[in-house]
């Protein structure tokens, strides 16, 4: 099944084309690292998956066909916003409470355990819990609704390394034991690199890259070279991003193995993401594509 | 893991929601209604254990007809009663219902606007529409509770108030189509239950709309005006204008069939059917000569007949249902448009 699919997917805002034409088919049980620069469309991506806005053209399916925000899927899909929208004059108790009563399901143990363990004190108003520990709230009441889907914005941004490790390890654990999806928009490579099992880049409203991380990892190599050969080079294999610093070349190419006098070595997910970055005119590498 | 607890589904839940959430707000509410209550229901009974006292209960309620000398001579002491003379006291009748007719405002202005607008400029509405309820859950979560509790403000407010002005009108001569009258026709239960739910939804779109507190206030308090002012003075008398019974009436007669009917106009008729001008009409009384009886009794002695437009006082109820669903159609539209425009904007 696939956690969601999109085709042609498109909206604009006041027109300007926030996504356009994204075709998506997302296989479940992947944490789905989201990544483009800014105005690429992430957080608007979010938003269609989370039902908080809708689509200008195309469509998009969740959890095997459901609406997204349809009462059908309400209850499978939790959504954390980059701006962490939650009552701020409400002590951390009524939070849970209030959470509780808008929720079909709702594990008030899984809650009051991640709450101890990271020390966030039930009687203070949420309001006044740090930048961190606010996160840290709004991550517990999105993972303690049991959900099958968990969209992510920008979560971890104001937490410090270690509360980061131990959010990261919440989730995967969620991830391992209750088949949990996750897709985590963040531009924290770094982070994503450790946790993530499927990648989508997103540049100027389009997909670039949509694939597990590794069939694409395993589908490229970064070629080191003479600079000389660098032009012969994109004749020989499908050449991603090329960079030269003297006399050598270094090139990210969708291939495995390395033509005649270059070096070849692994990629790692970051240098793949950024030479993607790096060149918004590369196309989205499809499953099949890199499976071949 | 720990165990799922299953979360009573629908209604339930929503209503568990809105107490946890709105507890506070509900209390405002209730406190603007019910201290505008309690100010009316202490000054009511006051004044009618003093009427009681004096042995003039029974000329309420204000019905002319009632009236016997004990009660025309006991006017001026009811005067006493509340400032030393009648004009104060036409003063707390008139004015007080002027004053009321804001309540509906101010309990939105207070109660539920300031919410509303931290609600939609935090954007923690978007919260909730992430979770188990839907955005039209919340929307008659939100809206719908404060409403509710409003309208059950106003009912009690008015059915008090409808009392009150019984009692405080008195003194201060007949008011023959009492009911009908602007102030007094927006604070019937029903048309106030119609002002409440409008004043609540004018705060949601303002606040949906402008997303600053002081703005938003300013913006509702401005509009709601405007619109009480276009409600009581252009719809009111269009409202009131439908399907008026026509008849005749007896020259002198001073109510077109019941004291409390409205009157909308008056006219005279000739022997030939033609309407008489006013100018006729001062030209036949200085035509009247030595006649000894009254100017009507001239006419009616020369088949002259006096016709009168007015709704029957039965129809006043029809008349605040038809005003308040005028205001109940409006409520809905503009907390559609508060929702559409959150969700424009989400």
């Known amino acids: 099944m696939n956690v969601f699919e999109a085709s042609g997917l498109s909206k604009r805002y006041r027109g300007t084309w926030a996504l356009r034409d994204c075709d998506l088919a997302v296989p479940a049980g992947h944490v789905v690292a989201l990544i483009g620069p800014n105005g690429a469309g992430k957080t608007t991506l979010l938003r269609l998956l989370a039902g908080l806005t809708r689509p200008t053209a195309g469509s998009l399916a969740l959890l095997g066909g459901g609406r997204p925000g349809s009462d059908a899927i309400r209850n499978d899909v939790a959504y954390l916003d980059q701006q962490v929208p939650f009552y701020r004059d409400l002590r951390v108790r009524d939070m849970l409470r209030v959470a509780g009563a808008m929720n079909r399901q709702w594990d008030e143990g899984l809650a009051q355990q991640r709450l101890a363990a990271w020390g966030i004190p039930l009687r203070r108003r949420a309001g006044k819990l740090s930048g961190g520990q606010q996160a840290l709230l ?7 609704r049991r959900p099958r889907l968990l969209l992510l914005d920008e979560p971890m941004a ?20 209750d088949g949990l999806s996750v897709v985590i928009s963040s531009h924290v490579l770094t982070e994503l690199e450790r946790v993530a099992s499927y990648l989508i880049v997103l540049s100027g409203g389009q997909v670039q890259v949509a694939a597990p991380v590794d069939s694409l990892l395993a ?9 000389g050969d660098a032009d012969r080079l994109a004749g020989a294999v499908p050449v991603i991003a090329m960079s030269r610093a003297g006399r050598q070349a270094q090139a990210l190419a969708r291939t495995t193995t390395a033509p005649s006098g270059w070096a070849e070595r692994p990629v790692t997910m970051e240098e793949l993401v950024l030479g993607y970055l790096r060149e918004p005119a590369a196309r989205a590498v499809s499953i099949a594509e890199v499976a071949s | 893991m720990t165990a799922v607890a299953a979360v009573p589904s629908g209604a339930r839940r929503m209503a568990r929601m809105t107490w946890l959430r709105h507890r506070w707000t509900v209390a405002a509410i209730l406190g603007v209604f019910g201290v505008a209550t309690l100010v009316l229901l202490g000054e009511g009974i006051a004044m009618r254990a003093w009427l009681d006292a004096n042995g003039i209960a029974h000329c309420l309620p204000t019905n002319p007809e009632n009236r016997d000398a004990a009660c025309l001579s006991a006017e001026s002491l009811v ?17 007080t219902a002027h004053l009321l007719l804001a309540v509906p405002a101010v309990a939105a202005l207070f109660g539920g606007l300031p919410w509303l607008t931290r609600e939609f400029e935090t954007g923690s509405f978007r919260y909730t529409w992430v979770q188990g309820i839907s955005p039209r859950r919340w ?35 007949v008011t023959p189509d009492m009911g009908w009258d602007w102030d007094v026709f927006g604070l019937s239960p029903i048309a106030l239950v119609g002002w409440t739910v409008f004043a609540f939804a004018l705060a949601m779109l303002s606040a949906a709309a402008i997303r600053r507190t002081v703005p938003a206030m300013a913006a509702f308090a401005a509009s709601y005006a405007g619109c009480l002012f276009l409600g009581q003075w252009w719809l009111r008398p269009r409202l009131l204008s439908i399907a008026p019974v026509v008849a005749r009436q007896s020259f002198g ?7 409390n009917d409205l009157w909308l106009n008056g006219w005279i008729t000739a022997p030939s059917g033609h309407v008489v001008t006013t100018a006729e009409l001062l030209k036949l009384y200085a035509g009247m000569g030595h006649f000894s009886g009254t100017q009507g009794q001239w006419l009616a002695a020369h088949h002259y007949v006096s016709w ?4 029957p006082q039965s129809r006043l109820v029809l008349f605040q249902l038809a005003m308040a669903l005028v205001l109940l159609v409006l409520s809905a539209s503009l907390v559609l448009a508060a929702v559409r425009l959150l969700r424009a904007r989400s």
């Open chain 2, 253 to 259: 007669s001073f109510y077109p069939s019941h004291w």
């Open chain 1, 138 to 144: 709004a991550l517990t009441l999105a993972i303690a």
């Open chain 2, 79 to 95: 005067g006493q009663f509340t400032a030393g003379n009648s004009g104060e006291a036409a003063f707390l009748a008139g004015d």
């Open chain 1, 158 to 177: 104001s937490l410090d390394p270690l509360a980061r490790q131990d959010a990261t390890g919440v989730l995967m654990t969620s991830v391992a034991e």
């Open chain 1, 219 to 227: 589908g490229h190599r970064a070629l080191i070279g003479p600079a």
């Open chain 2, 139 to 173: 929307s008659l979560g939100t809206f719908g509770s404060l409403a509710v509790v409003a309208a059950a403000g106003a009912v009690v407010l008015g059915v008090v108030f409808d009392w009150w002005y019984r009692i405080a009108q008195w003194p201060v001569n």
């Open chain 2, 308 to 311: 009168v437009r007015y709704q």
